[in-house]
Nanobody, 127 residues
């Protein structure tokens, strides 16, 4: 599956952005989709993930209550709604796909599970 992110940009602290990730490929609906980010001088880190049905989501602790991941399988698109942004959220945000249709009990998405990646979209939050 090929992925392309959009929606990044410059926003003031406290503002919101909505990222989109368009996927190509006939089996999009069978993939777990995720968002990761890499800030300046930092390693890539997990942000959020969603099962193929959209029924189960998982978030990094630092975005809980602020970010929401969702998907529209009819449009082959996954979204990341980001609210209450702060300068620490400044990063390149990457969309990723994992060939995992259902999550075993206790499963938590991690970087190694995602085999397809987009090019990333820059999010900059000014103070």
């Amino acid at each position: 599956v090929q992925l392309e992110e959009s929606g990044g940009g410059l926003v003031q602290a406290g503002g919101s952005l909505r990222l989109s990730c368009a996927a190509s490929g006939r089996t999009f609906s069978s993939y777990t989709m995720g968002w990761f980010r890499q800030g300046p001088g930092k390693e890539r880190e997990f942000v959020a993930a969603i099962t193929w049905s959209g029924g189960v989501t998982h978030y990094a602790d630092f975005v809980k209550g602020r970010f929401t991941i969702s998907r529209d399988n009819a449009k082959n698109t996954v979204y990341l709604q980001m609210n209450s942004l702060n300068p620490d959220d400044t990063a390149v945000y990457y969309c990723a796909a994992a060939q995992i249709s259902a999550w075993p009990r206790g499963y938590r998405p991690n970087h190694a599970d995602f085999g397809s990646w987009g090019q990333g979209t820059q999010v900059t939050v000014s103070s």
